[in-house]
């Protein structure tokens, strides 16, 4: 089962770190989280994780950089999909929108 609508907002040049809740995952599992410039479009950045533990919740911590948010995305909107990239129990977790803003 998928999180939905998890959604963020930046600005070009910031560093962002981005906290994806997520349900049938284990701690340690590999994760990517992909950004595309509209539902199902071209991959624009992906970066990588590893999920982790705290209490009852378990999270993937992906961090963009300045250039990142400034060259990579620029202002837009952009669909986003975090998966479980571990071999043999690949899927989707959890899906958004990350918003980059003009300044």
């Given at each position: 089962?998928?999180?939905?609508?998890q959604n963020w907002t930046c600005y070009?040049?910031?560093?962002?770190?981005l906290t994806?809740?997520?349900?049938?995952?284990?701690?340690?599992q590999?994760?990517?989280?992909?950004?595309?410039?509209?539902?199902?479009?071209?991959?624009?950045?992906?970066?990588?994780a590893t999920a982790t533990t705290a209490?009852?919740?378990v999270t993937g911590t992906f961090t963009l950089t300045p250039a990142d948010t400034?060259?990579?995305l620029g202002?837009?909107?952009?669909?986003?999909?975090?998966e479980r990239t571990?071999?043999?129990?690949e899927a989707v977790l959890s899906t958004g929108i990350l918003t980059v803003k003009k300044k």
């Open positions: 089962m998928a999180i939905d609508n070009p040049g910031e560093t962002v770190t994806v809740i997520l349900t049938n995952v284990l701690n340690g590999a994760l990517a989280i992909t950004l595309r410039d509209r539902p199902g479009g071209t991959v624009v950045l992906t970066k990588a209490g009852a919740t400034g060259t990579a202002p837009g909107t952009y669909d986003w999909d975090c571990t071999p043999g129990a």
